[in-house]
């Protein structure tokens, strides 16, 4: 797969291989945790899209998705997340299918559902004594 950084807000997922490369679409583009956060998204909805595609015998070699975000700024966080599933040559009489079928990846639901988070410090090793 390929994970391209399009801009603060936004990246595009393709499966053009079987390695897994981050590239921006241009020099001045950084891949951050955002970025990451929105990859497993992207790679999770590309990954159930193919599964789907392969079992309806319909063609991916132009299916990619793109996520897209917007920041909240009190606490700065991401807001909300939109997913374009760009496969032009999907029929439109399964738009709705491909739309359900995303949502079915573990990390969308796992977004929609948020986890409990627990942050604990490990404590320094006791003396010998």
């Given at each position: 797969?390929?994970?391209?950084?399009?801009?603060?807000?936004?990246?595009?997922?393709?499966?053009?291989?079987?390695?897994?490369?981050?590239?921006?679409s241009?020099?001045?583009?950084?891949?951050?945790?955002?970025?990451?956060?929105?990859?497993?998204?992207?790679?999770?909805?590309?990954?159930?899209?193919?599964?789907?595609?392969?079992?309806?015998?319909?063609?991916?070699?132009d299916?990619?998705?793109?996520?897209h975000?917007?920041?909240?700024e009190?606490?700065?966080?991401?807001?909300?997340?939109g997913i374009?599933?760009?496969?032009?040559?999907?029929?439109?009489?399964?738009?709705?299918?491909?739309?359900?079928?995303?949502?079915?990846?573990?990390?969308h639901?796992?977004?929609?559902?948020?986890?409990?988070?627990?942050?604990?410090?490990?404590?320094?090793?006791s003396?010998?004594?």
């Amino acid at each position: 797969m390929k994970i391209i950084v399009v801009s603060e807000d936004a990246i595009r997922v393709e499966p053009v291989s079987e390695q897994l490369t981050i590239e921006a679409s241009s020099g001045d583009k950084a891949y951050g945790p955002f970025h990451m956060l929105a990859s497993g998204l992207g790679m999770c909805s590309l990954a159930v899209l193919h599964s789907w595609a392969h079992h309806a015998h319909l063609a991916v070699d132009d299916l990619a998705v793109e996520v897209h975000w917007h920041f909240a700024e009190d606490p700065h966080r991401v807001s909300d997340i939109g997913i374009l599933i760009d496969w032009l040559s999907l029929p439109p009489v399964r738009f709705e299918a491909a739309r359900r079928v995303t949502e079915q990846c573990g990390v969308h639901a796992t977004l929609r559902n948020s986890p409990a988070i627990t942050v604990t410090v490990r404590e320094a090793a006791s003396p010998l004594g």
